[in-house]
């Protein structure tokens, strides 16, 4: 019974945070199927680093990671808000 507990709420945890980050994202939720190349994935991943890192001097401290996190939420809000119902 411990078990089924136990797995029960592991997978409400992860389904849970699962819906929380789709809720806010129109992305794919697969990896795209399409060939990447290494420097285009690069390319992004650098755009990203760029704007986690608000000062510019090539370290993401936790501050600034949590204001971009916070900066993506509010954005994806506002994104919401200006959605119309069809």
């Not at 992860?14 to 929380?20: E, F, K, Y």
């Not at 501050?63 to 808000?81: H, L, N, V």
């Amino acid at each position: 019974m411990r078990h089924l507990i136990q797995a029960t709420l592991l997978a409400t945890a992860v389904l849970g945070s699962t819906m929380a980050y789709a809720d806010c994202d129109d992305g794919p939720r697969v990896m795209p199927k399409v060939e990447v190349t290494k420097t285009d994935y690069l390319k992004k991943m650098e755009a990203f680093f760029d704007f986690v890192d608000a000062d510019k001097n090539g370290v993401m401290t936790p501050a600034e990671r949590t204001a971009a996190k916070q900066k993506m939420k509010a954005d994806c809000r506002t994104k919401k808000s200006n959605a119309s119902v069809w």
